[in-house]
């Protein structure tokens, strides 16, 4: 990347209930990665993400770690906005 060329990392995930977006501050395989590491169960497959599946993703996650929708949201946020360690 060019010197001075800031880049804006934002997966933004529209959910049909209820039109929410989901804001990353890093890019989507780097909280992947920290999401593997902060919960070992969980594989590349389980966090798969293809543009246009954004609802497949959450709906894995929510049954995956037995938490509602607004909590995983909240956790991947967090996990995103994290620089120095998984979570």
Do not use: C
């Not at 880049?7 to 992947?32: C, D, G, H, T, Y």
């Amino acid at each position: 990347m060019a010197p001075g060329l800031a880049l804006n990392f934002e997966l933004n995930i529209l959910f049909m209930k209820n039109s929410s977006v989901l804001r990353l501050q890093a890019p989507w395989e780097k909280v992947k990665e920290r999401m593997k590491e902060n919960d070992i169960h969980l594989t590349d497959a389980d966090l798969e993400y293809e543009p246009g599946k954004e609802e497949d993703l959450l709906q894995r996650l929510e049954k995956l770690m037995n938490k509602s929708r607004q909590q995983v949201i909240a956790y991947i946020e967090s996990i995103s906005a994290n620089e120095d360690m998984a979570g």
